[in-house]
């Protein structure tokens, strides 16, 4: 490890004599030696404050982004935790890799494990990572807590996406029924809501009602039926949302 790095010093006060290279509080230094050791322990917390305050900003792509930590690590430390400003422009569009210190890219994954899907790293923002040994872990990312939309889409008639998140593709089934499929799966127990909406001037939107067909991990499927002659019609636009863990 390299020095002025406090991932190598001893919460044993007697273990940290020698414990930085480049710090010296060994028994019976000389007098010359403590004012060196002063500053060097000075550098390695200001270096640990410039980790943890969000004055370090990743450069790269957004899905392989990078920073320096100003330690020069030649391996993460397990347990390092970073809070980093991301880069103007760099939010991520898919799975995302960190590499600190120029070591190598490390994937990052939410808490519970999960690869990134997009959007949870937004340029300009600031981010929490945590390294458990073989990934960086981002914290309390909004996409994946329970109170966020896991999901949201709005589609054409005919399924042709004009926005979404987590939804890879829409299938037209039929007349009036439509499938939502995600890119990363949610949990089977997630809560889904569908409307289908007429362009004004079109059918009164009163007359249609929406109905969730099928709930599951990989796709939801909605149909959409007119009340006045109860059979299934396509809606002008589909708007779809769900939720859950």
Same mark, same amino acid.
Request: net charge negative; with cysteine; glycine share 10%.
């Given at each position: ?37 002063? %500053?060097?322990?000075? $550098? *390695?917390? +200001?270096?640990?404050?410039?980790? @943890?305050? !969000?004055? #370090? ?86 996409? %994946?807590?329970?109170? $966020? *939309?896991? +999901?949201?889409?709005?589609?054409? @008639?005919? !399924?042709? #996406? ?84």
């Amino acid at each position: 490890m390299p020095g002025e790095n406090v991932q190598d010093w001893s919460t044993t006060a007697a273990s940290n004599g020698t414990a930085d290279s480049l710090i010296n509080w060994a028994e019976g230094q000389t007098r010359a030696s403590v004012n060196n050791s002063a %500053r060097g322990m000075m $550098a *390695a917390i +200001a270096k640990v404050r410039n980790l @943890t305050n !969000g004055s #370090i900003t990743t450069t790269g792509t957004a899905n392989a982004q990078a920073f320096a930590s100003g330690v020069t690590y030649t391996s993460v430390p397990t347990n390092l935790s970073v809070l980093l400003k991301i880069g103007a422009g760099l939010t991520n569009n898919g799975p995302m890799t960190l590499n600190m210190d120029g070591i190598g890219n490390v994937a990052v994954t939410t808490s519970d494990g999960a690869a990134l899907i997009g959007g949870e790293v937004r340029g300009a923002a600031y981010n929490r990572f945590v390294y458990n040994g073989s990934n960086w872990v981002l914290e309390a990312s909004a996409s %994946r807590e329970k109170s $966020a *939309a896991k +999901a949201w889409c709005f589609a054409s @008639t005919t !399924g042709i #996406i004009a926005a979404s998140y987590n939804v890879s593709s829409v299938t037209d089934a039929g007349i009036g029924f439509i499938i939502f499929n995600f890119i990363a799966p949610l949990s089977a127990n997630h809560v889904a809501l569908a409307i289908g909406a007429f362009a004004p001037g079109g059918t009164a939107a009163s007359t249609l009602v929406t109905q969730i067909q099928s709930i599951t991990a990989n796709a939801d499927a909605v149909i959409a039926v007119n009340l006045s002659t109860f059979s299934q019609t396509d809606p002008t636009n589909w708007h779809f949302v769900a939720y859950g863990d």
